[in-house]
């Protein structure tokens, strides 16, 4: 079993749709938990990470954590033909090496 | 841009043969991280190292070795390859401590094909 698992997608809505991206992960000992972006043929770049349960805002984006039940979440508000990438979920512990684990990814495409 | 360089973009080479994937890190960040991303297992670290010094290994096979020179600039290492080593091999660089949130920012990959 992986420690992360996310639905491959692809996940195909129109422009203006509220999106959902989901992961569920194993390790208990997991205290961050991050949200990468990666468009076609490029490298993953941050878009929020938050640390332990909550909800963290950022414009169009809301990353939410709930560890009880081990479950992450991006909602992408007012979703954009730029917002087309893959989204890569990914959880870390708090202390030690920096590794960062993450799940295969869910392909989102927003047509116009 | 995230200011890790890697080289080359692409690389085609035959079963049996070595490469080597080059890494240069952001300015100022001492530590690197490789890993390897296939449709299949997604995106998996497999070594990290802190100036100069191995600091953790995940799923690295041992056809595969690493390193960081002084200038901080890495090299990954792939010997006796095989098809299922086809792939993107990303770098990332981060300043590194222990505790607490520090961003890994990735490269542009180099897309290893082997035939």
């Known amino acids: 079993q992986k420690e992360v698992e996310q639905d491959p997608g692809p996940l195909s809505v129109p422009e203006g749709a509220i999106v959902s991206l989901n992961c569920t992960y194993s390790n208990s000992a997991f205290q961050y938990f991050m949200w990468y972006r990666q468009y076609s043929r490029k490298g993953p770049e941050l878009l929020m990470y938050?640390?332990?349960?909550g909800n963290k805002e950022d414009g169009r984006f809301t990353a939410q954590v709930d560890k009880s039940s081990k479950y992450i979440s991006l909602f992408i508000r007012d979703s954009q033909p730029s917002d087309s990438a893959t989204y890569l979920c990914g959880g870390r512990k708090d202390t030690g090496f920096q590794k960062l684990v993450f799940g295969t990814g869910t392909r989102l495409l927003v047509s116009p | 841009d995230s200011g890790v360089t890697q080289t080359p973009k692409h690389l085609i080479t035959a079963t049996g043969q070595r490469v080597t994937l080059r890494c240069s890190p952001r300015s100022g960040d001492l530590s690197v991280y490789w890993y390897q991303q296939s449709l299949d297992q997604g995106l998996q670290f497999l070594i990290q190292?802190?100036?100069?010094?191995?600091?953790a290994k995940g799923n690295i096979l041992e056809r595969f070795s690493a390193q960081q020179f002084p200038d901080l600039h890495s090299e990954l290492n792939l010997s006796s390859l095989e098809l299922g080593d086809s792939a993107l091999y990303f770098c990332a660089s981060s300043v590194a401590t222990d505790r607490g949130w520090n961003e890994q920012f990735f490269g542009p990959g180099t897309r290893l094909t082997v035939l």
């Open positions: 190292y802190y100036n100069g010094e191995e600091r």
């Open positions: 938050t640390y332990s349960s």
